[in-house]
């Protein structure tokens, strides 16, 4: 009586454990406020589990503010959107745009990587925050952040369609960071 017991309260909840949250097309591993990976106590963004290579997109318009290493999170892009709040794009592998520079939703930021400075093991994904918009760039503590799950476009993470009219959107509602479907393929290296 007591094996069914367990057996059946382990396969309610390890599933919840064991598989990782999804989130539009893109695998969640590591969720915004759960255990964080790194040195943060609670996380501050979303982990996209990806492999190294993968178009990493603008999620709304804004200004490119910073490139380089805020702290131990390797390569990162830092984009300025209007007043409302900043995003976070961290551990790349390579970076196409250029701190001053103004980028338009879904415009190619670079290729996703797993890039750190924690001397930890390599842990390829991309992660994503969204920062409150004050003085100075950290995005690393949660406090300065937001549940980016408040900002997707029509309340579901969605992927840049380059054919959608996004001006009927405000700019602190955002598409995934993680170029899908034809646009992704078109960003990828090589592609023609
Ligand atoms: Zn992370």
């Known amino acids: 009586m007591k094996k069914a017991v367990v057996v059946i309260l382990l396969s309610v909840f390890l599933p919840s454990c064991v598989t990782p949250q999804s989130q539009g097309p893109f695998i969640v591993g590591k969720p915004w406020g759960g255990p964080a990976p790194y040195g943060e106590r609670v996380h501050p963004g979303i982990d996209y589990d990806i492999p190294t290579g993968a178009p990493v997109v603008a999620v709304s318009n804004g200004k490119v503010v910073h490139i380089g290493d805020l702290g131990a999170d390797g390569l990162e892009i830092v984009v300025m959107h209007g007043p409302h709040f900043k995003s976070l794009y961290a551990h790349m592998s390579t970076v196409a745009v250029a701190t001053g520079q103004m980028v338009k939703r879904g415009q190619f930021l670079g290729l996703s990587g797993e890039s750190n400075s924690y001397g ?47 001006s009927i959107y405000p700019q602190n509602a955002i598409t995934l960071p993680l170029a899908c479907g034809e646009h992704g393929k078109a960003l990828r290296p090589g592609a023609s």
């Not at 992660?127 to 900002?151: E, Q, T, W």
Request: glycine letters at 10%; proline letters at 11%; hydrophobic letters at 30%.
């Open 120 to 166: 930890k093991p390599k842990y390829a994904h991309l992660h994503f925050g969204i920062c409150k918009n004050g003085p100075g760039l950290d995005c690393h503590n949660v406090s300065a952040s937001f549940d980016p799950n408040l900002f997707w476009l029509g309340g579901q993470p969605r992927c840049f369609e380059p054919r959608t009219d996004y």
